[in-house]
């Protein structure tokens, strides 16, 4: 499996971002599938998840009301809108989807997903 995500830049501060997230080699539909996000000197932390067939999201309190994620599993992408974006948002984003046995109270946690991206950078300027 494959997951490149895309869609990273420069920005500045109160604009917008829309990353993607494109798989090779699975179905994405049998996947939760998650976004997070490390910034220099941070640990990765969660962003953004929705559910295998879409309808539920969970979100980080950080992002919440500013970040939309969405998904198409006739395309095999899910994407992160980002609106809003402040200086604090700046990290290397990561798409990521489990192996399918994750419950939905354990979609906040990274060590649920299996297959990883590479990252797209973000950065937002003030």
């Known amino acids: 499996v494959q997951l490149q995500a895309s869609g990273g830049g420069l920005v500045q501060a109160g604009g917008s971002l829309r990353l993607s997230c494109a798989a090779s080699g699975r179905t994405l539909s049998s996947s939760v599938m998650g976004w997070f996000r490390q910034a220099p000197g941070k640990e990765r932390e969660f962003v953004a998840t929705?559910?295998?067939?879409?309808?539920?999201?969970a979100y980080a309190d950080s992002v919440k009301g500013r970040f939309t994620i969405s998904r198409d599993n006739t395309k095999n992408t899910v994407d992160l809108l980002m609106n809003s974006l402040t200086p604090e948002d700046t990290a290397v984003y990561y798409c990521?989807?489990?192996?399918?046995?994750?419950?939905?109270?354990?979609?906040?946690?990274?060590?649920?997903?299996?297959?990883w991206g590479m990252g797209t950078q973000v950065t937002v300027s003030s």
């Open positions: 990521a989807a489990d192996s399918g046995g994750t419950i939905w109270s354990e979609v906040t946690n990274s060590a649920r997903y299996v297959y």
């Open positions: 929705i559910r295998r067939r879409g309808g539920s999201t």
